[in-house]
């Protein structure tokens, strides 16, 4: 039986990365993935585009990661997103810069990515095995001994890269933990983060209508970035971000145009009182949302009563949307909570109870916002924990 130097558990976007990191610090290295292809939740990513980094700057960074961030200082400081945007520059992957920071690959293709981290752990020599479930790990003396289905390996250095729970049909449920605590390690609450919203709005008239840049709001909690109606409520940035501040029972307020005052769009509708409400709204908002909002009222915008005038800029600016809950953590983009940070050195992410276990990515007690920050502290975790640390 081969004893590797690293075997890492897992093939998302951290454990990608951790085997290109110990091969190329030349550990010899094993990649186990039990999907049958690799990086299966990182190809739904972005709407299937492959939010593979955000180009913000580390305060950009720390903020997108709301979940612990301040951990990884010590992480960013050795690998970062502009190393990201220059690994796979260098590796023939051409990207761009969208709205808010996000990068994703000029194909569009998740693919293009996947396709790159896979040709760079082939180049370096990944000793890498798909349809491989791990199903027990132990530690006797200096080596691991992973056990899948039929065979077992050893290794003197273990990266867990197995990510949260969130969407167990892409592989992520939870084994990660289960090692953690097998370890005698902490494992903090699981919860779901980034959730969409269930809501008792007419989910029928607006659904698939995606907004840009609207502002949802409850209490404090003011979020303005891109919203998407869906059958069952709202999903979308702004409303996965406002998602941590609700439960259930809350009612939020949406403003169609955070860049216009009432004042501005009263004036609008009195300069445009000859046109249909219709018409007229359709230079503001998606066709179907002209068409929700006008729906009960005169055709004209000159034949509406004060009070309705004023009805429709409230509904406009302040669109009450009754919540009625959140998705499951199973339906959530994140799994918030994860192995506890105080048990892993920040610099080279090893248990700091077992020597030569590590752990990256969403296996640890960390969450980001969805527009590329996950994917950005997987990638540099992985990096790190593959790392050879002198
Ligand atoms: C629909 C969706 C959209 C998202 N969009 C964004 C976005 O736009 N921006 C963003 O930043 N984040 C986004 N995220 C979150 C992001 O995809 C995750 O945070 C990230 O993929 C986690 O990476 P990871 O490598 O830690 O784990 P994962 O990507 O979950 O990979 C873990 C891997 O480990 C494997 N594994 C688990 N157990 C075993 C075992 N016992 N044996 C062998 N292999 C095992 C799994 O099969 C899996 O392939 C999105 C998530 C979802 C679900």
């Known amino acids: 039986m081969k004893t590797y130097d690293t075997i890492i558990i897992g093939a998302g976007p951290a454990g990608m990365m951790a085997a290109i990191s110990s091969?190329?610090?030349?550990?010899?290295?094993?990649l186990l993935e039990k999907n049958k292809r690799l990086g299966k939740k990182l190809s739904?990513?972005?709407?299937?585009?492959?939010?593979?980094?955000?180009?913000?700057?580390?305060?950009?960074?720390l903020e997108g990661i709301p979940g612990n961030?301040?951990?990884?200082?010590?992480?960013?400081?050795?690998?970062?997103?502009?190393?990201?945007?220059?690994?796979?520059?260098?590796?023939?992957?051409?990207?761009?810069?969208?709205?808010?920071?996000?990068?994703?690959?000029t194909t569009d293709r998740s693919q293009t990515i996947i396709k790159a981290l896979e040709m760079k752990m082939l180049e370096l020599g990944v000793d890498i095995r798909t349809g491989c479930e791990v199903v027990s790990v132990k530690k006797i003396e200096?080596?691991?001994?992973?056990?899948?289905?039929?065979?077992?390996?050893?290794?003197?250095?273990?990266i867990v890269t197995t990510g949260g729970k969130s969407y167990p049909s892409t592989g992520s449920t939870g084994f990660g933990h289960e090692i953690a605590r097998h370890f005698k390690m902490q494992v903090t609450e699981l919860e779901a983060a980034e959730s969409p919203i269930l809501t008792d709005f007419p989910h029928k008239a607006l659904q698939g209508i995606s907004l840009d840049e609207v502002t949802l709001s409850?209490?404090?909690h003011v979020i303005t970035h891109d919203?998407?109606?869906?059958h069952f409520g709202l999903s979308g940035p702004a409303a996965l971000r406002l998602s941590s501040f609700v439960s259930g029972g809350e009612v939020a307020h949406l403003d169609f145009l955070p860049g216009m005052s009432s004042d501005e769009l009263s004036s609008y509708l009195t300069e445009n009182r000859e046109k249909?409400?219709?018409?007229?709204?359709?230079?503001?908002?998606?066709?179907?949302?002209?068409?929700?909002?006008?729906?009960?009222?005169?055709?004209?915008i000159k034949q509406l009563s004060v009070t309705e005038k004023q009805e429709l800029i409230d509904k406009l600016k302040s669109l009450p949307i009754k919540i009625t809950g959140k998705m499951s953590l199973a339906r959530s983009f994140v799994t918030k909570g994860?192995?506890?940070?105080?048990e892993i050195n920040p610099k080279t992410l090893e248990s700091k109870k077992v020597p030569g276990l590590h752990f990256a990515g969403e296996v640890l007690d960390i969450n980001a916002h969805t527009g590329g920050f996950n994917i950005t502290y997987c990638l540099c975790t992985g990096w790190v924990a593959g790392m050879m640390h002198y």
């Open 23 to 30: 091969c190329f610090y030349g550990n010899s290295t094993l």
């Open 276 to 300: 249909a409400v219709k018409n007229a709204l359709k230079g503001l908002v998606p066709e179907r949302v002209a068409e929700f909002l006008s729906a009960d009222l005169p055709e004209k």
């Open 44 to 61: 739904g990513t972005g709407g299937g585009r492959c939010n593979v980094t955000n180009n913000g700057t580390l305060e950009d960074l």
């Open 218 to 220: 409850h209490s404090k």
């Open 338 to 342: 994860g192995v506890d940070l105080k």
């Open 142 to 158: 200096d080596l691991f001994h992973v056990k899948t289905a039929h065979t077992e390996f050893t290794a003197t250095k273990l």
């Open 69 to 105: 961030g301040r951990f990884l200082y010590s992480v960013f400081s050795q690998f970062d997103n502009q190393d990201i945007i220059n690994f796979f520059e260098e590796n023939g992957v051409k990207l761009k810069i969208e709205d808010h920071g996000r990068v994703f690959p």
């Open 227 to 230: 919203l998407l109606f869906t």
